[in-house]
Structure formats: structure tokens, C-alpha cells
């Protein structure tokens, strides 16, 4: 235990420090419709650019440490304000909306002041154009208090994304009580496709559930043409993956691709 509160204080001095001192940085990766293989929005991901180790650290290595210390409501924020900040210089160089979708922790949605961060964040963005993804696990166990914050994101014509759907928790319920846009099939749930049968026949099913209730679906994780086949003949609304491109940084961004 000692050990374990010594490393979390180590973490929590350096992220902070670099939340200080302006070491993250977003990445963006594409997501494109199944069918035409068009750009249909992009997702902002964390990467911190650690200068006292002089390299980029991946988010699964960090982002866990910010949610047990709390940091992550602050680099939460950042990642909101700045990930609206780029989608508006995107919509102004676009005759369409470009949707840039964040993701949030559970700790965030159950913040106090997430929804006045988030309303002074779109300040000059075309509707619809933040969309907000939500762990299905944070759903499933803050059901009660998840509805509020959502309804009140809704309310100001934001877009929710259930993230990390059927990635073994209880989807159905998430499905019925929550005000949604979308669902987004876990990376892992794709990644069997290829190999078993079952798995394609509960995408299949999740697929036609979803568009049943009127909501958009899509699969990340998307690595062969394979699976994009696969998912393009289920229905599948939007397809993310290293198929389609790494995640990026905005000046690497081009709006006409795909």
C-alpha cells in the first residue's frame, strides 16, 4: 500500500507538471462512413509529450494515473477546450460540419462542473459538431447519476457516443435508459470477427438493434478490409481504425481525404 501511495504521488507531480508546462498534445484520428469510405468526423486522443524522458507517452500509460489522482478533470478539460478549438478552425474551412468527438471519464461526467465547461467550450460551433463519448461501464454503474449530466449535454445539442459498447458489461440497459446519438462497438469485440462466428452474429444483431432505436453505429478498430467488409454488409454506420490512418496531429489533418 505504501508503494502504491508513493507511485501515485510520483504520477500526480508529474502530470501536473506537465499539465503546467503544456506537454499534451492531441492527435486525431478519422472516421469514415462504411459505404463511400468518407471522411465523417475525427476522434481526439491524448498523448503526452513528456520533455524530461524526451518521448510520447501513450494514454493507456498515463490516463488511468490521472483518473485515480483526480487529474483527470483538469487534463479532461484541456483535452475539451482544445479539441473545440481545433473543430472550429476545421468548420471554418469546411462547407459541411466537422465532428470532433471527445472522450470522457467517468469522473468527469459525474463533475459538478461538466456541463459549464462544456457549454463555454462550443462557444461558436455549429450544432452537433462536439460529440462526447461515454464508457458503457461508467453508464452501467452511475446509471442514476449519469442521466442528468447527459440530458443537460443534449440540451445544449451536443452529441453522445456510448463508448466501448459490448465489451461485456450489460449493454441492453445502456441502450433503453440514456439520451444517445450513437453506439461504438469495443476494439476487442471487433477484433474477433474474423475468427468467430458468434461474434459476427451479435454484431449483426447489436447493429439492427441500434438502428431499430434510430441510432448511428460505429465499429473501432477497424484493421483489415476484411472487417470493414464485414461491418459494411452488417449496416455499420462509420468505421475508425488504423485502416483508415494513424491518429495525427491537426497540421497533418486533411480535410479532403477520403
Not at 199 to 218: C, F, N, P, Q, S
Request: aromatic share 8%; proline share 4%; hydrophobic share 45%.
Amino acid at each position: 500500500m505504501l508503494h502504491e501511495n508513493h507511485r501515485l504521488h510520483y504520477m500526480y507531480t508529474r502530470l501536473y507538471r506537465a499539465w503546467q508546462e503544456d506537454e499534451f498534445r492531441l492527435h486525431f484520428q478519422t472516421l469514415v462512413d462504411a459505404d463511400r469510405r468518407r471522411l465523417a468526423g475525427f476522434e481526439a486522443l491524448v498523448r503526452w509529450y513528456d520533455k524530461s524522458e524526451d518521448r510520447i507517452i501513450q494514454p493507456g500509460e498515463f490516463l488511468p494515473f490521472a483518473e485515480d489522482t483526480g487529474l483527470i478533470v483538469l487534463i479532461g478539460d484541456w483535452i475539451l477546450r482544445e479539441a473545440c478549438r481545433q473543430a472550429r478552425l476545421w468548420n471554418r474551412l469546411s462547407s459541411s460540419t466537422v465532428v470532433v468527438a471527445v472522450n470522457l471519464a467517468p469522473v468527469q461526467l459525474l463533475d459538478v462542473d461538466l456541463v459549464e465547461q462544456v457549454e463555454a467550450a462550443i462557444e461558436g460551433l455549429p450544432a452537433g459538431a462536439l460529440k462526447l463519448e461515454i464508457p458503457e461501464q461508467c453508464l452501467v454503474e452511475h446509471a442514476r447519476a449519469a442521466r442528468s449530466p447527459l440530458q443537460k449535454l443534449k440540451s445544449l445539442g451536443v452529441q453522445l457516443a456510448i463508448d466501448e459498447f459490448g465489451a461485456g458489461y450489460s449493454s441492453i440497459p445502456a441502450l433503453i435508459r440514456f439520451p444517445y446519438d450513437e453506439i461504438k462497438l469495443s476494439r476487442r469485440f471487433i477484433a474477433k470477427l474474423q475468427v468467430l462466428p458468434e461474434a459476427r452474429v451479435l454484431a449483426a444483431g447489436m447493429i439492427d438493434i441500434a438502428h431499430k432505436l434510430g441510432k448511428r453505429v460505429v465499429a473501432v478498430g477497424v484493421e483489415t478490409e476484411e472487417q470493414a467488409g464485414m461491418l459494411r454488409d452488417m449496416g455499420c454506420d462509420l468505421l475508425q481504425g488504423y485502416l483508415f490512418g494513424e491518429p495525427g496531429l491537426a497540421g497533418q489533418i486533411n480535410l479532403k481525404a477520403g
